[in-house]
């Protein structure tokens, strides 16, 4: 597996059959989008949603999307952050990180993690936070497996949805 920054130049729109992998990719974790609420309809998730969810993630300086390929395949993105708006947080966020439905209980999910863990180890940065849904038991269970644990509980600061805050140390 190897992971691709996606940089695109300003007032430029996501290359048309990279937003066809990226809606595929979407589309596939059904379940998540259903929990989350990120998109109106979990069933129907539409190339400009993604491209438009994605164009609000690509406004932030501090904000990276990490595209996970294998035999040339997208098999998952990670969004991070490395800088939270909370001063007090010293550590970079793991925002999003999503497994092709397709490809998941393959190792793949774990191997993206460890990838984006070792871009801030080079980084210098020593520990990593994320959040997960109080309502997705399922990657809760898949982060404290990788060593993550719960540090706290609130709302996220987008959809204010109830949140478990994890932490790993980058050791």
Known sequence: MILEPLSLPPGHDLPGELLTELTALYASNRDFHALSG?????????????????????????????????????????????????????DPWIGLLMVDAGAQRQGRGRRLATL???????????????????????????????????VDHRRDLQLHRLCAVLRKELG
């Open 38 to 90: 990120d998109f109106p309809d979990p069933d129907d998730i539409r190339p400009e949603q993604v491209a438009t969810a994605l164009a609000g993630e690509l406004v932030n300086p501090d904000v990276e999307v990490l595209l996970a390929r294998s035999e040339g395949a997208l098999v998952g993105i990670a969004i991070t952050l490395a800088h939270h708006p909370d001063p007090a947080d010293p």
């Open 116 to 150: 984006v863990e070792d871009r801030f180890r080079t980084a210098g940065r020593t520990a990593v936070r994320l959040a997960v849904l109080e309502n997705n038991p399922r990657a809760l269970a898949f982060w404290t497996a990788l060593g993550y644990e719960v």
